[in-house]
């Protein structure tokens, strides 16, 4: 998909601050925490970091996803600057989750597999937090609904998939994103793969050892570019291509020619001018895989130019992983500058390239977001500060 979609607000906390601008500054400086787990417990005898939202209040009628959520949207919305007339527009949501809304609910399966007959309370409420559906149903949305589940790719393809929609006249406005809470499943599940670091992540590392998960959400409102015209608004930036791809190598592995994550690449260019590609925002999990067909992609298909990956501050944030990479993305094309990438201290040869090891000054006003999920999906956003072809 090609064409310039204004972005005209931007929301998001994660393990790395509590909104847009403090995640950033915290980035450039450097800063990460990774730490134990504090909302739950586990019986592995090993502690593995995780990037948690610290200070969310919560009021227990909706899952911890669905507040974190709610949190970036309005930070969306008033940074686009809207407000009470979004009533009576097209408003459509769309965002992405993997495991966010459907895993607090160990209680209940403990004693429904006990022969017991357990209250339906958070059946209930695992109802009331599907992502799409609880902001539209608190904003009072009544265009598009859709919650996207494709795994580690969810935000990225909610944010394709919501650009669409304004190409093709739906809606006014969109909020397209992703949300994810950690929870005591998705941090056993991902540790039983044996792709969970001992320490902070190191991608692209030489010596990583796999992913720190982490939470989180991010929103960006898209909005149609007759309709920010008429309100003498300004787009914040673009989004300017899509492309997703699936290479259905292997349930949980990327193909290892990356054939599947080019294909995504080439779409999301397509129709753009060639060159002046600022950076790569990658997925970079810090996994052995990942990092070496990511890596060995971008030497070959846009050599030289710079790449990081922001998960060395947030962890991974799975379905919301490429909704918060995205607004990263854009706030640093506009600041001009992107961090080091964290936990990059020696070169992997057999990578073929290497992200920045400090913070660096940029030379464009087109990037790259990129994420690669299980199931061998693959999906790429191309953002950039000025409306092209």
């Given at each position: 998909m090609t064409g310039a979609v204004p972005i005209s607000g931007l929301g998001c906390i994660c393990g790395a601050g509590g909104d847009l601008e403090a995640c950033v500054d915290s980035m450039l400086l450097g800063g990460r925490a990774p730490a134990p787990p504090r909302r739950f417990a586990s019986s592995h005898p090993l502690v593995y970091p995780v990037f948690e939202v610290a200070g969310?209040?919560?009021?227990?009628?909706?899952?911890?996803?669905?507040?974190?959520?709610?949190?970036?949207?309005?930070?969306?919305?008033?940074?686009?600057?809207?407000?009470?007339?979004?009533?009576?527009?097209?408003?459509?949501?769309?965002?992405?989750?993997?495991?966010?809304?459907?895993?607090?609910?160990?209680?209940?399966?403990?004693?429904?597999?006990?022969?017991?007959?357990?209250?339906?309370?958070?059946?209930?409420r695992i109802l009331r937090s599907n992502p799409a559906a609880l902001l539209a149903r608190t904003f009072g949305f009544s265009g598009p609904c859709q919650t996207v589940v494709n795994a580690c790719s969810s935000g990225t393809d909610a944010v394709g998939l919501g650009a669409s929609w304004i190409r093709a006249g739906l809606c006014d406005l969109v909020l397209a994103g992703g949300a994810d809470e950690l929870s005591r499943i998705t941090y056993n599940g991902f540790i039983s793969m044996r792709i969970c670091a001992p320490g902070a992540c190191r991608p692209f590392d030489r010596e990583r050892q796999g992913l720190n998960l982490?939470?989180?959400?991010?929103?960006?409102?898209?909005?149609?570019?007759?309709?920010?015209?008429?309100?003498?608004?300004?787009?914040?930036?673009?989004?300017?291509?899509?492309?997703?791809?699936?290479?259905?190598?292997?349930?949980?592995?990327?193909?290892?020619?990356?054939?599947?994550?080019?294909?995504?690449?080439?779409?999301?260019?397509?129709?753009?001018?060639?060159?002046?590609?600022?950076?790569?925002?990658?997925?970079?999990?810090?996994?052995?895989?990942?990092?070496?067909?990511?890596?060995?992609?971008?030497?070959?298909?846009?050599?030289?130019v710079p790449f990081l990956s922001t998960k060395g501050y947030t962890g991974h944030a799975l379905g919301a992983a490429g909704a918060i990479e995205a607004a990263f993305t854009v706030a640093c094309l506009e600041r001009g500058r992107v961090p080091a990438s964290a936990g990059f201290a020696s070169a992997d040869a057999e990578l073929g390239a290497q992200p920045v090891r400090v913070a660096t000054a940029l030379r464009g006003s087109l990037a790259l977001s990129q994420s690669l999920a299980f199931g061998g999906n693959n999906a790429v956003l191309a953002l950039g500060l000025e409306a092209r072809p």
């Open positions: 969310l209040a919560e009021t227990g009628a909706i899952l911890r996803t669905g507040t974190l959520l709610l949190q970036a949207a309005r930070a969306a919305l008033d940074d686009a600057g809207l407000g009470p007339e979004l009533a009576a527009l097209r408003v459509g949501a769309c965002i992405g989750t993997t495991v966010g809304s459907a895993l607090n609910d160990e209680g209940f399966c403990r004693e429904w597999r006990a022969g017991a007959r357990p209250s339906m309370a958070p059946m209930e982490g939470e989180g959400a991010a929103v960006l409102v898209l909005e149609d570019p007759e309709r920010l015209r008429r309100r003498r608004a300004r787009a914040r930036a673009f989004v300017l291509g899509y492309g997703a791809s699936c290479d259905a190598h292997h349930p949980t592995a990327p193909s290892p020619d990356g054939a599947g994550l080019e294909r995504a690449l080439g779409e999301a260019l397509a129709g753009l001018p060639e060159g002046g590609i600022a950076f790569v925002n990658a997925h970079g999990t810090a996994t052995p895989d990942n990092d070496r067909v990511e890596a060995q992609v971008l030497a070959r298909t846009l050599p030289g």
